[in-house]
């Protein structure tokens, strides 16, 4: 919905439509369904409730960005979508070809799809990708998640892969997995389930050895930046090639 984002590894976000179910214990505090019982996007939060698609404006908004990115040179990295799911089963699979079909409009946008349903993704993903201006993540928070849910990214082409653990709520074990990008944070709002440092450490130094480009965004707190966003003493925030510069 906005050009300019506040989360430190996206420097835009696009709604396509609004509205979710939780399907994971990243979900239990999901700051898309506090912020709606404020806004009143759609009516209630969850199974059963009519997805609200966005205005023809806001959807016109990736077109007006890579125009804008044709003049300056500047490539945006864009993140799809902060209040929904992609590949939600109660989504109209029209709108999902619409969003393709943006994507297909707006080459000089880097496009970044994160979803809590990677095992949808196959078959909701259009018959042409992966597109070279899109790479796709899952959001993984558990280590049992880490086990089912890793595979299903892995064998889902994409022009680069990403992990987000987020908020990073224990310890987990990547094994031998090469995603291209790992992101880990803690939680904002109120009621947030306190960092666990020694599992974010855990996390950054196995990407340090498996050469996976490791991006921490903060701390979490109930205005989640609160704590701030080093990890003893030092920021990480790095980006896989796709996404860097």
Same mark, same amino acid.
């Given at each position: 919905?906005?050009?300019?984002?506040?989360?430190?590894?996206?420097?835009?976000?696009?709604?396509?439509?609004?509205?979710?179910?939780?399907?994971?214990?990243?979900?239990?505090?999901?700051?898309?369904?506090?912020?709606?019982?404020?806004?009143?996007?759609?009516?209630?939060?969850?199974?059963?409730?009519?997805?609200?698609?966005?205005?023809?404006?806001?959807?016109?908004?990736?077109?007006?960005?890579?125009?804008?990115?044709?003049?300056?040179?500047?490539?945006?990295?864009?993140?799809?979508?902060?209040?929904?799911?992609?590949?939600?089963?109660?989504?109209?699979? !029209?709108?999902?070809?619409?969003? %393709?079909?943006? =994507?297909?409009?707006? &080459?000089? $946008?880097?496009? /970044?799809?994160?979803?809590?349903?990677?095992?949808?993704?196959?078959?909701?993903?259009?018959?042409?990708?992966?597109?070279?201006?899109?790479?796709?993540?899952?959001?993984?928070?558990?280590?049992?998640?880490?086990?089912?849910?890793?595979?299903?990214? !892995?064998?889902?082409?994409?022009? %680069?892969?990403? =992990?987000?653990?987020? &908020?990073? $709520?224990?310890? /987990?074990?990547?094994?031998?997995?090469?995603?291209?990008?790992?992101?880990?944070?803690?939680?904002?709002?109120?009621?947030?389930?306190?960092?666990?440092?020694?599992?974010?450490?855990?996390?950054?130094?196995?990407?340090?050895?498996?050469?996976?480009?490791?991006?921490?965004?903060?701390?979490?707190?109930?205005?989640?930046?609160?704590?701030?966003?080093?990890?003893?003493?030092?920021?990480?925030?790095?980006?896989?090639?796709?996404?860097?510069?």
């Amino acid at each position: 919905m906005a050009e300019i984002s506040a989360i430190s590894w996206t420097d835009g976000t696009f709604n396509p439509w609004i509205g979710c179910t939780r399907v994971s214990p990243a979900c239990d505090h999901c700051y898309a369904a506090r912020n709606n019982e404020r806004r009143q996007w759609v009516e209630g939060w969850g199974a059963g409730v009519p997805r609200h698609r966005t205005s023809v404006q806001n959807w016109n908004n990736p077109r007006r960005w890579n125009r804008k990115a044709a003049q300056t040179g500047e490539r945006p990295r864009i993140f799809c979508a902060s209040l929904a799911d992609v590949f939600d089963n109660e989504v109209d699979q !029209a709108w999902r070809d619409d969003l %393709w079909q943006l =994507v297909r409009e707006t &080459p000089l $946008l880097r496009w /970044i799809f994160l979803t809590k349903r990677i095992g949808n993704a196959a078959k909701m993903l259009p018959p042409d990708w992966p597109f070279p201006n899109a790479g796709l993540m899952s959001t993984i928070v558990t280590q049992a998640e880490w086990d089912r849910d890793w595979p299903k990214l !892995a064998r889902t082409p994409a022009a %680069w892969r990403g =992990v987000s653990i987020e &908020p990073t $709520l224990e310890h /987990i074990d990547i094994g031998l997995a090469r995603p291209d990008w790992i992101i880990t944070g803690g939680e904002s709002g109120p009621g947030f389930r306190p960092l666990d440092m020694d599992a974010v450490r855990s996390l950054r130094d196995q990407c340090a050895r498996a050469g996976i480009a490791y991006h921490h965004k903060q701390n979490g707190g109930v205005r989640g930046k609160d704590s701030g966003c080093l990890i003893d003493g030092e920021e990480h925030k790095f980006f896989p090639a796709a996404l860097a510069a």
